[in-house]
């Protein structure tokens, strides 16, 4: 079985990522993404639930919107993070950067086994 498509939609206030976001995807998907933040003056969440990727390049994409967004004036705040991409963004010291991304302790990952 091959993996979804990613897309991105606007659905009111609320930018909507589907499907696998990988390294050839990641280019396309910014640009629409883009697109879609400047058609929208209002603040948006933006919801990952229906993502099925939890790879760095995620990650990378979602600070891009984000450094848009403010140039505009605008607030992004994401919902429906997953678990992986969640532990990766606090892997990598963005989860208290990413608006919505659940803060952990660094201390609860070095006392898991």
Do not use: Y
């Not at 091959?2 to 990522?17: K, N």
């Not at 050839?24 to 993502?51: F, P, Q, Y």
């Amino acid at each position: 079985m091959t993996p979804a498509q990613a897309t991105v939609t606007l659905e009111e206030d609320r930018l909507v990522v589907s499907g696998h976001i990988d390294p050839l995807t990641v280019v396309t998907l910014r640009k629409e993404g883009e697109a879609l933040i400047r058609d929208s003056a209002a603040d948006l969440v933006v919801d990952l639930s229906e993502m099925s990727t939890a790879h760095s390049v995620v990650l990378s994409l979602l600070l891009c919107w984000q450094r848009l967004a403010r140039s505009r004036n605008q607030t992004l705040r994401f919902a429906g993070v997953g678990d992986r991409l969640g532990s990766l963004a606090a892997l990598c010291g963005l989860d208290g950067q990413l608006p919505g991304f659940p803060l952990q302790d660094p201390s609860e990952n070095q006392h898991q086994s």
